[in-house]
């Protein structure tokens, strides 16, 4: 199993549209979960770090479930420059992140 | 704020040939860190610096690999000789690396798309 598994996508949606994303994670000891955002041929950015109460930002929200070990990303009313890939991060040691494939969000005109 | 810097942007090689990627962290980050992102793949950690010492090089592949980061502020990679599945954007990152705390922001840079023929 690997460490975080996304699916890949690509998720196509209409312009004005709730999407969601999961991730999984098999470390039940990692501690820090993330999205990053990473354009076409451009470089991650963080997105926003997901705390155990779940948190939101504007449009996105991130939830955690230990219990079941995933996080999720919801956008919700979304716009064409949400499309991108939204890659999971979860803390796997001392400031060491593993990542994952990354899953491929089109929003559509 | 100055980001992260690297250099080259782009590189073609032939395969047996060498290259170095050179990076520069943002001033004061401790952390820095190599990925090799491959085409429809999320970024690999290949080596993670803690200052001028390495905390991790557990995926670097160090037949071929070498990194280091003389004096802990730039760093460089090299490959000798590359292979053709090393065709791959390699990102450099930074954090602050700052004890005590879970979780420092990782900054990336714009990456280093390396082709080999």
């Known amino acids: 199993r690997k460490e975080v598994e996304q699916d890949p996508g690509p998720f196509n949606v209409p312009e004005g549209a709730t999407v969601a994303f999961n991730c999984t994670y098999s470390?039940?000891?990692?501690?820090?979960f993330f999205w990053y955002r990473q354009d076409c041929r451009k470089e991650p950015k963080l997105l926003m770090s997901v705390y155990s109460s779940g948190n939101e930002d504007g449009r996105f929200t991130a939830q955690l479930n230990r219990a079941s070990q995933y996080i999720s990303l919801l956008i919700r009313d979304s716009k064409l420059s949400d499309s991108a890939t939204y890659l999971c991060?979860?803390?796997?040691?001392?400031?060491?992140?593993?990542f994952g494939t990354g899953t491929r969000l089109k929003v559509l005109a | 704020e100055a980001g992260v810097a690297q250099s080259p942007r782009y590189k073609i090689i032939e395969k047996r040939q060498s290259v170095a990627f050179w990076c520069n962290p943002i001033?004061?980050?401790?952390?820095l860190y190599w990925y090799q992102q491959i085409l429809g793949q999320g970024p690999k950690l290949l080596i993670q610096?803690?200052?001028?010492?390495?905390?991790?090089d557990s995926q670097l592949p160090k037949d071929r690999f070498s990194a280091e980061r003389l004096k802990g502020v730039d760093s460089t990679l090299k490959i000798q000789p590359a292979k053709l599945e090393d065709s791959a954007v390699y990102l450099c990152?930074?954090?602050?690396?700052?004890?005590?705390?879970?979780?420092?922001?990782?900054?990336f840079g714009p990456g280093t798309r390396l082709t080999v023929l």
């Open positions: 990152a930074s954090s602050l690396g700052t004890s005590g705390r879970v979780y420092n922001e990782q900054f």
């Open positions: 470390n039940s000891a990692s501690q820090s």
């Open positions: 610096f803690q200052n001028n010492g390495v905390v991790d």
């Open positions: 001033s004061g980050h401790a952390t």
């Open positions: 991060v979860v803390n796997g040691g001392t400031y060491k992140y593993i």
